[in-house]
């Protein structure tokens, strides 16, 4: 069973920059064809903050992050990455990646992904 693995997360003050990365377990034949990045703040519900999906060579944000943050894939390596500019206190949340062989279609929480990551902790003080 393929694992994603999150890494990068920490601390740092607002308006500091962060980048997170998520990697494979193992090398597949077939490639994900839907990446994504999730957060998910104390209290609060699970929610999408970016998506690629490579078939369209679409990328998606929502727009809490859109213009600070940016998700690219290397696929060579097979890392996804997700660079955080600008952050904020209301960024603080567990990051998650997720990923799928097929086209999800869209990038939100209710989206079957079928492969998730344990999680990254970010947080952000003022």
């Known amino acids: 069973q393929v694992q994603l693995v999150e890494s990068g997360g920490g601390s740092v003050q607002a308006g500091e920059s962060l980048t997170l990365s998520c990697t494979k377990s193992e090398r597949t034949v077939t490639h994900f064809r839907s990446l994504g990045w999730f957060r998910q703040a104390p209290g609060k519900e699970r929610e999408a903050v970016a998506c690629?999906?490579?078939?369209?060579?679409?990328?998606t944000y929502s727009e809490i992050v859109r213009g600070r943050f940016t998700i690219s894939h290397d696929n060579a390596k097979e890392i996804l990455y997700l660079k955080m500019n600008k952050t904020q206190p209301e960024d603080t949340a567990m990051y998650y990646c997720a990923a799928d062989f097929r086209d999800t279609g869209a990038c939100s929480p209710s989206t079957t992904f079928g492969y998730w990551g344990q999680g990254t902790q970010v947080t952000v003080s003022s």
């Open positions: 690629i999906f490579r078939a369209r060579g679409l990328t």
